[in-house]
């Protein structure tokens, strides 16, 4: 397990969110102060390119340096303000799904269970769930 | 600019992306020990659910148990060891990407200025880059 390069990979797909949430919040402003504006800029965000949050930036900073440094600057606030928060979220975040899971998994067996009529013992053992695959 | 959406959001998209890192982290380790099941996993996780981690996990747990836990066991694992250096590494990437979108834009600029033959003063005013747009 190369932790070094999930963290790098992690890191990158981040800032392509990042950058993606940035574009967004300058159409939003762009909507009510130069709406045209906004619809170029969707557009041209539209195109796929925004999923290599860089590239994207480097093009749009071509066609329109003013609102390519707008997003850079969105996005730095971003870095700051938001990914202070996001350990303590996503943790949070994964340990509640993995107990809504295990929880989903315990009904499961228990709806196994109660499902065998209890006045028949022997077809008990049978019907009981397979727990083997737990402990591997 | 709602923040709190923004972090929620983006906590969200990490979650899912450390779900697909997980499976891949698990699909190498079969690939040396169980050969048949990565290609299984592979199969099983190529079909496009990966991109909703939570729906992707319970649907893996109804099909293989034993692997659905496994993913949410190295999940929590990545939650842990990588998250934590996110914020640093993501502030860290996008300074310096910034860094260079601006490194950048300078040498366009001051390839404009260079493209001015010196000998000629009256030219080299209208030819000055246009540098109103980064005030705003």
Known sequence: ????QVAKDTAKVLASYLTYQSVRIVIDQLSETNPPLAV????FSSKGKIQDGEAYIQELLL?????GFRVVTVREYLAHDVVEFLPE???ANIQQANMEHRRQYLERVTQLNWSVPSSNPESSIDSEPNLDNLSS
């Open 1 to 4: 397990m190369d932790l070094k």
């Open 89 to 91: 979220m996503v943790r």
């Open 40 to 43: 170029w800029l969707s557009g």
């Open 63 to 67: 066609e329109n340096q003013e609102l």
